[in-house]
């Protein structure tokens, strides 16, 4: 959780700079995907869709992931490939997912995310930028205090609409495991995600480094 003036500064400093920190990592992907794979993006779309299910570590941080405490959460992602490209492939997820921080809150997500997947060899993939965001529904399990001029009166807040920013990185594995006939991925994520507005008084944002392992399987053979 966000303890102390310093963390706080600390989150509202990224939020106000997330959106040049986000142009400029785009820019940077954008320019040097597409100089590298000249053509990638005016191929026709080849509709390669995937199915991912993921466990998920849900660190109240800045930047910093950690297995302790456990927040754990699970997440099913549906992916969308737009252009024909197998060595740059240009991806979208839609993610629905479910996470609990004990003594604070619990949280369905639904956001989307876009990414560049490099295929290096066809043996990894990797997604150097991931950019994203949507809707986090927070069911609190804590009481809000409010200032009515001369003292502080708790208030009992359980449902909270918020938004959410995330970033990150993706890494995925092909195996030689086949489910239906088709290859298992192993895939593991991390992000950074900025959730607010949780209680405008007290918490008026919340970060979280999100580590998550999966499997994914594609639709077509």
Known sequence: MCNGGENNLNLIFVVNNL???????????????????????NQPSSKKHALELNLTQNTASLFS???????????ITGSFQ???????QLKQDAILGFFHHQHFQNVVQL???????????????????????????SFL?????????????????????????????????????QIWERKVHIT??????VQGVIVKENIPIIAYSPLMLGVLIPFEK
């Open 19 to 41: 959106k040049n920190i986000i142009f400029f990592l785009l820019f940077n992907v954008l320019t040097t995907t597409l100089s590298a794979q000249n053509g990638a993006l």
């Open 65 to 75: 992931p950690s297995l302790s405490p456990i927040h754990p959460g699970i997440n």
């Open 82 to 88: 737009w252009n024909k490209n197998e060595k740059l």
């Open 111 to 137: 956001y989307t995310e876009s990414n560049f997947k490099i295929s290096i060899k066809d043996k990894v993939y990797i997604s150097p930028v991931v950019l994203g965001g949507g809707y986090f529904m």
């Open 141 to 177: 399990l804590m009481d809000s205090f409010t200032w009515d001029g001369s003292s502080y009166s708790s208030t009992s807040v359980s449902l909270k609409h918020n938004w959410v920013i995330s970033i990150g990185s993706n890494i995925e594995i092909p195996t030689r495991f």
């Open 188 to 193: 593991a994520k991390y992000r950074l995600q």
